[in-house]
């Protein structure tokens, strides 16, 4: 039991470059929400529903961080910072993070699968801040999704989903980053939602300028022909529009 805690705690630390010891990361209201619904699964399990409700919102009032005792959770999942959400039906692999203000939430169960509201997480899934995670999809295993984001379809293996909806976005392999990725994403511009839509209203900036340029020549084209006396009547080979 020891050896498996001590083995929690460096992976954390692996993944937590603020923490300094074992002692400190057992301070982390994400290991003290995990430990708790460890418990409170067994009695859930057990169809001791009340009991681990009671757990429940007992863990949530110290860690400000609700898992419902319905959710099953692998081995090292990394819950930094408080405000998240997990749901009943819920699934997370193993050596899944997940940073402040996420939700696996729910849907109709008539959207989906019977009596399955809730997101399937693979192992090695990172999740950033604020992400939503809605509905009986599956997040593929070593998948990123980005702060933010909305994920409402499955995603596959490895993808790096970011916006609202979520969607993957490409990158080369060689720009690929090895090992853990922070928040999901890399912190980089070449990734950031807000530079992308900066560069897509730059290029629709840049057609609309041409445009008016267009139609500034055409005036002044015109107000040329009207000084010259030119009744417009040139054939139509030689009209200042062709």
């Known amino acids: 039991m020891a050896g498996r805690l001590g083995a929690y705690l460096d992976s954390i630390k692996r993944r937590d470059p603020a923490a ?10 994400g290991v003290w929400a995990v430990i ?8 859930y399990r057990a169809r001791l529903h009340f009991l681990a409700r009671m757990v429940n919102h007992f863990a949530r009032f110290l860690t400000a961080i609700d898992i419902h005792p319905g959710a099953r959770i692998g081995r090292r999942l990394f819950i930094d910072h408080g405000f998240s959400v997990i749901g009943e ?16 939430g729910g849907t109709n169960p008539a959207d989906g699968v019977p009596g399955k509201r809730h997101p399937t997480i693979g192992d090695d899934v990172i999740i950033g801040s604020g992400a939503q995670v809605l509905g009986p999809v599956t997040v593929g295993k070593g998948a990123r999704i980005g702060a933010n984001a909305v994920v409402t379809k499955d995603v596959p293996e ?7 909806p979520a969607r993957s976005t490409l990158m080369e392999a060689e720009d690929k980053p090895a090992g853990f990725v922070p928040y999901g994403t890399p912190c980089s511009e070449m990734f950031d939602p807000s530079t992308q839509r900066l560069e897509l209203m730059r290029c629709e900036l840049e057609a609309m300028r041409k445009q008016i340029d267009a139609l500034i020549a055409e005036r002044d084209g015109a107000g040329a022909s009207s000084a010259t006396g030119d009744t417009g009547d040139r054939p139509a080979e030689e009209s200042d529009c062709a």
Request: net charge neutral.
């Open 36 to 43: 708790w619904h460890r418990l409170a699964h067994g009695l």
């Open 158 to 164: 490895g993808a790096v989903m970011i916006g609202i």
């Open 89 to 104: 039906t819920a699934e997370i692999g193993d050596n899944v993070t997940i940073y402040q203000c996420v939700t696996l």
């Open 20 to 29: 300094r010891s074992r002692l400190e990361i057992l301070l982390y209201p």
